[in-house]
């Protein structure tokens, strides 16, 4: 318990819940309408964001918001709109992101930054400054997602019908998307833009074996994710490790034990 005395300790493990509540919301309506890769082409343009901040002399999450909404909009607009096959647009807002990324990091002046902390996540290193910014992106997620519940869940479970009964079902997307943007900036700092889309699947894939209902599989996603952040950090503390690898190695540890279980004893 002596560790929990540091205060890049007690961050930590603030950081670790925050993204906790973000992830088991915003992760089971990626799971729900099978968009993983879409977050991931999200995630991944993003980090242009993060190159724009550097050359701004600002913070990157700063420059990470923005960005990160602005590509989720465009994914979803050329999606739906132009038409674009969506594995398409999702590739070109994918290398379009990563490439501003490193043009904006080349151009700025002096030695070029380490990275790694936001390409693979070190939740170690999270300041005070972030969790404030984290707390505020969580109660806009929970707001925007308790006004718009039964909208969501809608689109989430049958959008042709939804649409038929009179929803705006293009509108309600691409505010999934933007929500989604909003995860991945919480997100970057825990596990990093390379591995965020596991952090949004996995809890979720997994609350969905035990689940009867959104609400429940939401709650018991995000219980999920705490604790596989949680022991993810212990361990990459005790063992000396990347955070965000052990966290995300925990993950998937317990998604495939469960899903052999379910497999061994022929439950669906």
């Not at 490193?102 to 290193?125: D, E, H, K, Q, R």
């Not at 190695?249 to 022929?266: C, I, N, P, S």
Request: charged letters at 10%.
């Amino acid at each position: 318990m002596e560790i929990f005395s540091y205060e890049f300790m007690q961050n930590a493990v603030a950081a670790a819940l925050l993204a906790s509540v973000a992830c088991g919301i915003i992760g089971t309506y990626v799971v729900v309408k099978r968009i993983g890769f879409i977050s991931g082409g999200i995630a991944h343009a993003a980090f242009g964001g993060i190159g724009l901040g550097y050359y701004l002399g600002i913070s990157p999450l700063l420059g990470l918001i923005p960005f990160s909404l602005l590509s989720a909009l465009g994914i979803g607009l050329l999606g739906k709109k132009a038409k674009v096959a969506e594995d398409t647009a999702i590739g070109a807002f994918w290398a379009a992101g990563m490439a501003l990324g490193v043009l904006f990091i080349s151009l700025t002046p002096g030695y070029a930054p380490n990275l790694f902390s936001y390409l693979f996540g070190n939740i170690l290193t999270v300041p005070r400054t972030d969790l404030y910014m984290m707390a505020a992106l969580d109660a806009l997620i929970v707001a925007v997602v308790f006004a718009f519940y039964k909208e969501f869940l809608a689109v989430s479970f049958d959008e042709e019908y939804a649409e038929v009964s009179g929803l705006n079902t293009m509108a309600l997307y691409l505010l999934q998307l933007a929500l989604i943007a909003l995860t991945v900036v919480i997100l970057v700092r825990v596990v990093g833009i390379v591995m965020v889309i596991a952090l949004l699947t996995i809890p979720p894939a997994i609350a969905r074996k035990f689940s009867r209902n959104l609400r429940s599989m939401m709650v018991l996603s995000g219980v999920l994710s705490a604790i596989f952040t949680l022991t993810g950090l212990w361990l990459s503390y005790l063992f000396d490790t990347a955070s965000g690898a052990t966290i995300i190695l925990v993950a998937a540890l317990a998604f495939t034990v469960v899903h052999l279980v379910f497999a061994v004893t022929g439950r669906e």
